[in-house]
């Protein structure tokens, strides 16, 4: 069964960093672009970052682009997002999601899977 796993959630100060890692099993992973989304208390679910199957291109939404960086590896079938000078606005359940197509751009329609979600809670 297809399964994608998030960790690295916790809780942090203002000002630091976090790293966030999402495994993906029974998928050819390559074969995905590969997202992660955020939900906030109260807030739809809002696109963060985007990256293709082979790596070789990102996307980030306006609001993290200068402090959030996507990266995976495909040979351990992992995505990651490392988030630096967190904020309390970025506060969320933080999903990692696979589409073995090209989505549109911040949205979450065309995702074929979907993981269960990392509590991130930053404290100012």
């Known amino acids: 069964q297809v399964r994608l796993v998030e960790s690295g959630g916790g809780s942090v100060q203002a000002g630091d960093s976090l790293g966030l890692s999402c495994a993906a099993s029974?998928?050819?992973?390559?074969?995905?672009?590969m997202s992660w989304f955020r939900q906030a208390p109260g807030k739809e679910r809002e696109f963060v970052a985007l990256i293709s199957g082979s790596g070789s291109m990102t996307s980030y939404a306006n609001v993290v682009k200068d402090r959030f960086i996507i990266a995976r590896d495909n040979a351990k079938s992992t995505v990651n997002l490392q988030m630096n000078r967190l904020g309390s606005d970025d506060t969320a359940v933080y999903y990692c999601a696979a589409a073995r197509r090209r989505p549109e751009w911040g949205s979450e329609v065309g995702y074929d899977y979907w993981g269960q979600g990392t509590q991130v809670i930053v404290s100012s």
């Open positions: 029974g998928v050819i992973f390559s074969n995905y672009f």
